[in-house]
């Protein structure tokens, strides 16, 4: 039988993924025909200036060809060939064979140093599980909270399309909440009461809680009692919190500082409401999208469940060796003193620097269109502006028309939801500093002709 | 909430992969108190004595850090340095970007050219999706194929337990067909048409069979006859075909060949068929499990589905770059007259005579004890003898007593199926030699004992 569209599930059709939607495959198109297109769609570093952390990938070199060990040596800082001895070793066969379902366990030890050691709390490696990228961490989270068809998912609008898209393919519910736009997008008590009351309304069994912090689209940072009132709300509810960690280090503002809901919960003495907390290898300052890594912590969660997530990981063996070779150098960077450090902190610093001038460049060039507002860039790596459309016109209408007519590719506020009757787009503040300012300058001049 | 196991989805807690199940959790335990243990579990080469091909290796490190393309330069052969360079070039930037949610253009281009040249057939780069492994892919076309609840997926028994787990976790139906053991586990047209017509007795919608050649765990290897049968009957019962082709370089006997099904399709002007077939990185003689590499080709398929298995590739951003640049190195090796030819061959020799020579030895050791029989083992990395069993007794315990009473480490037949009342264990070749003496003689003394 040849397959054709009328025989894939319906759940397979409605399944949607805009950041990397049709707007993204007109942009490759008008590319291919020699157009000048500035890809603003998606967080993806490397395709900018920003470079690889040296310490990295020499440690994967290593590891990959352990012969340069020797034939090497003289090319190689004493830490990184000591580093890349120690993964070897525990690894025990290198990263040419499958590991444990879970991870390596050295690297899952370093992952747990790490969360106490951020946190001071403590975290069992037995609890951390090693992915191909937060988003197969979330993928698991979902699948095991997700057990029928009535099985509700609250997501915040606007919010990362991972989130819809796998609530969609695994057949259950997604419950929207709204992020609260006049106030930094911060998560109000009213609005998650009223998103469950209003599932429960149409018999929709309500598992979790989804928060991203630092906030993807919005680029909200939560503060430690915007936290605390997301776990108060879950254990009185009983909820499981999925957070979305994967931009804390990419908070941008002096003052403000990353909280995780595992310090939080600690802090509170919570111990009934199970976590499942992410984080990623291609976000922060090391932007090693391409590798794929990260990890899942589970909390409040008992070991015959943690039992069940391995099982669902056995089946795909593990996650690759490599992405989890660059998570361990991501929890266990060089330290002062060490050899690499200097070189380490000094491109850490330019990403980390980098960042910040381009989230205000964006943010406050956005901001001299007048139909345009932004908010402050806090977090992550995106602005998520408002946009005042005329009567009748969509954002999704309005990115396509900016791309075709300037080359901008931006992604419509459509596709990760948004208050009705507002129009949004989200743009990354990854391109260099000159093509931030052709972004807003391209957008100055488009923006008010559209019609 | 904290989630319990009652909290989870009865297809999670049905979801079985016993390859990495109870017996192998114990053989840990085991492992951890300072016993021997021999693991013949699993098909992970570079756990024994097997090394990864330098070639691959030494690309890998010069893609992962390429200032060793100058830092380092007379330590790598010169087209090992062009290789690395054409691929930084085509991944536009390098390892830690993410690709095209599909992989690397250029590296389904060398895709497309292998099943070419291999077959001398037409294969299109459009029709080629890069995998972390060949599991990853195999997950993919089932979610595509599995559109309801009485979706029904044909696959042999035995088989490889990753269809069944996934076949369940979608929540479709398993259609098993049994392989006949006594014609070396070739497929039977009488046997698949009994199945589908049970199947359909059943209310049943049988979308897809499932074909593992080179067979795992049989070690069986189709020919083009047994290949052609299949495609008629998928023709005439309008059925997709999945075929499982990840131990194509793993063929042992002195005149047998591998043949796939594009060839055998298109050598009957097969268009009718939808195709998805799949290899990997991780068998072969690369043995490269720990990378997660792979691909899946897609056959006879309209571009609107094969845009849809794209959109949900794109949920997870791409397959890790290590993984396809991997991918690349097995599809288009070192040629003759290349620098790094002479080096390559005598590794991949020595790796594939190492394995025809511990495929004979298992299988011959084996059916020297009483009581056990064994095919000979054409193909893949597996013997999968028949066992005699005291009555009353199953290939669970005796694996498990196995395990306790030797430290020998196989999986048993009823983790693959197979035929009521006959036992089974699979094993795999991929010990060297004096440990496959031991595993033999530990075997040859333990079988008797087991009452």
Known sequence: MSITLADLAPSVLQTQYAVRGPIVSRAQELERAGRDVIYCHIGNPQTFDQKPLTYVRQVLALC?????????????PADVAE?????????????????ESQGVRCIREAVADFISERDGIEADP???FLTDGASKGVQAALRVLIN????????????YPLYSATITLLGGVQVPYYLDEEHNWQLSRTLLEGSLAEAERRGVGVRAICVLNPGNPTGSVLDAGNIGMIVDFARERRLAILADEVYQENVHLQGDRFVSFARVMAEKGETSVSLFSFHSISKGFLGECGQRG????????????????TKLQSVSLCANLSGQVATYCMVRPPRPGEPSYPRYAREREDVVGELRRRAVLLAEGLNRIPGIHCNIVAGAMYAFPRIT????????????????????????GSGFGQLPGTAHFRATILPPTDRIRVVVDRLAAFHGTFR
């Open 294 to 309: 990260g990890y899942m912590e589970v909390r409040n969660t008992p070991a015959e469940v943690a039992a069940q997530i």
């Open 148 to 159: 029928g068809p009535q099985a509700g998912i609250m997501i915040p609008i606007p919010q």
């Open 64 to 76: 990959q060809y352990p012969a340069l060990l020797h034939e090497g040596a003289a090319l190689f």
């Open 126 to 128: 037995e609890a951390v």
């Open 389 to 412: 459309l005329p009567p009748g016109r969509t954002d999704d209408e309005y990115c396509l028309a900016l791309l075709e007519q300037t080359g901008v590719c931006v992604v419509p």
């Open 83 to 99: 580093t890349a001895r120690r993964l070897l070793e525990g690894t025990k066969h290198g990263l040419g064979a499958y590991s």
